[in-house]
């Protein structure tokens, strides 16, 4: 198969968003995390335009060891100089120079002529060679620049020792098939083109950077510029995680990464939450909603294969599994599903009738959660409790060690225990811990929004694995310490005897 490159600028252009800056720190995390993702090369900066940027390619030149480590310029000297400087502690390092070359940037931004940006670019890539043997030049504005111009110019800048060329569609103005043929256009007229990878670098401000991409891809482009959630300035750029997954996919292209996919929905929440840029729930591949299904005839199809209607596994994204959102549009198999999860199973009258309750309370409720299900099932959740709590004491603070005390009922005997620990809900399921002692790991612990107010019932649910099998528990309490335990001791009452 045929090896694309991954360029991740989740640090440059991706953090070029207001509000999303990262301090050096935040940024070291998340080189560390494409890191394990597996993305070839991280542009980690901008090196001249602060000595902000100027540090963080410096620490995480000391930090990343297999990456290559790749440093943003204009065709400017002094840039150069500065972003060479910046990589003295890359074991890989590549410095990325270029200049605009659509008659719009040549005419408007530069004052200039076709022959001098030629010149300017050609000179850029010799005086950068003088530092680094890895040279990437990028043709600002490609999009929008004329072919036979574009061509030449690649064709100078690789001559001059350019080993990468990035062919950006800056405005996000091009048509899929129009970038296509722009790949496909300098793959055969460019002369010593084999010398050199041809990148693509897409904006999403008509929604095609990736349309765009991978229609570069096909014609020959061996590297792509992206971001992790398809974040960037203005609409974004090209998400990582749609054009790793698309290869993965769509095997008959012969195009593979080295993305480890297990680790995009990871590597997804921790941009998400350093960026505190929210992922939109109906994003591909790792939105909220990108593995949920709410109509009847589609849980249906799920329940009974998967691939009825997903094309991909969740867990090749890491994401544990899909999920069965019920609302009013809901199926008697999604209910069906949801109360055998919760330890519930009806007979078909029985489930008959709590269906017809369950669409009735659908239509008033815009969330149905596990508590409204175990109600309308009659099924009271202390009526299958052999462990039930029998009280809870927490005391935490600022500067003082929390520290939590809890008493159980387990069949007719009590039990009592205590524990500090990072927080509250910590110190109270560590002491939880030590009285039932069991092989137990907290996979997932949601506390829903409380909106009704500060006296308003929180719910906390949690996932539990045991032995290899998941176990879900849920606790609802206006105390949301006594909720997390509660929803900890109903996990563990589905596997104990």
Not at 5 to 12: A, G, N, Q, S, V
Not at 248 to 262: A, G, V
Not at 478 to 489: K, L, P
Request: net charge negative; glycine share 8%; charged share 25%.
């Amino acid at each position: 198969m045929d090896r694309l490159f991954i360029f991740d600028t989740t640090l440059r252009d991706g953090e070029q968003v207001p509000g999303c800056q990262l301090n050096t720190v935040e940024k070291i995390e998340v080189a560390k995390a494409l890191e394990n993702l597996g993305v070839d090369i991280i542009e980690a900066g901008f090196p001249v335009s602060s000595p902000g940027d100027f540090n963080s390619v410096v620490e995480i030149s000391k930090t990343v060891t297999w990456p290559i480590i790749c440093a943003l310029t204009r065709a400017v000297e002094k840039d150069i100089e500065v972003a060479a400087e910046a990589l003295q502690y890359a074991k890989k390092k590549r410095i990325h120079t270029g200049i605009g070359t659509s008659e719009y940037h040549i005419r408007y931004k530069f004052n200039s002529n076709q022959e001098e940006i030629l010149e300017r670019s050609v000179a850029a890539v010799k005086y950068a060679k003088k530092f680094v043997e890895d040279v990437e030049f990028y043709c600002e504005d490609a999009g929008r620049t004329e072919n036979e111009y574009l061509a030449r110019v690649v064709e100078a800048v690789i001559k001059a020792g350019a080993t990468v060329v990035n062919i950006p569609d800056t405005t996000g103005y091009c048509l899929p098939w129009e970038y296509g043929e722009k790949i496909k256009y300098l793959m055969e007229h460019v002369d010593g083109i084999h010398k050199a990878i041809l990148s693509t670098h897409c904006h999403n401000d008509l929604g095609m950077a990736t349309a765009n991409t991978i229609s570069g891809i096909i014609n020959g482009a061996r590297q792509a510029e992206v971001t992790v959630n398809g974040i960037g300035e203005r609409a974004g750029n090209t998400a990582l995680e749609e054009i790793a997954m698309i290869l993965k996919c769509h095997k008959k292209l012969n195009i593979e990464t080295q993305i480890n996919t297990k680790k995009i929905y990871s590597t997804s929440r921790l941009v998400s939450n350093l960026m505190n840029m929210p992922v939109q729930p109906n994003k591909a591949i790792v939105g909220r909603n990108a593995f949920a299904h709410s109509s009847g005839i589609h849980q249906d199809g799920v329940l009974k294969n998967r691939e009825n209607y997903e094309i991909m596994n969740p867990e090749d994204v890491g994401i544990d599994h899909n999920s069965i959102v019920l609302t009013a549009r809901s199926g008697r198999a999604a209910l069906k599903h949801r109360l055998n999860t919760l330890g519930v199973e009806l007979a078909d009258k029985k489930l008959d009738a709590v269906y017809e309750e369950f669409l009735k309370l659908a239509d008033r409720k815009k969330d149905i959660n596990d508590d409204d299900l175990l109600m309308l099932a009659g099924k009271e959740r202390s009526e299958r409790e052999r462990i039930k709590l029998d009280y809870l004491q927490v005391t935490s603070g600022v500067g003082v060690k929390p520290v939590a005390s809890i008493g159980l009922i387990i069949g007719s005997e009590k039990f009592e225990a205590a524990s500090a620990g990072n927080g509250p809900v910590d110190a109270a399921i560590k002491a939880l811990k030590k009285i039932i002692n069991r092989e137990m790991t907290l996979q997932e612990f949601t506390i829903q929004a409380i909106n009704k107010g500060s006296d308003d019932v929180g719910k906390v649910h949690m996932q539990v694995e045991h032995e290899g099998v998941v176990y879900y528990g849920f606790g609802a309490n206006t105390d949301i310490v006594a909720a997390s335990v509660e929803a900890y001791i109903d996990a563990i009452n589905k596997f104990v005897e």
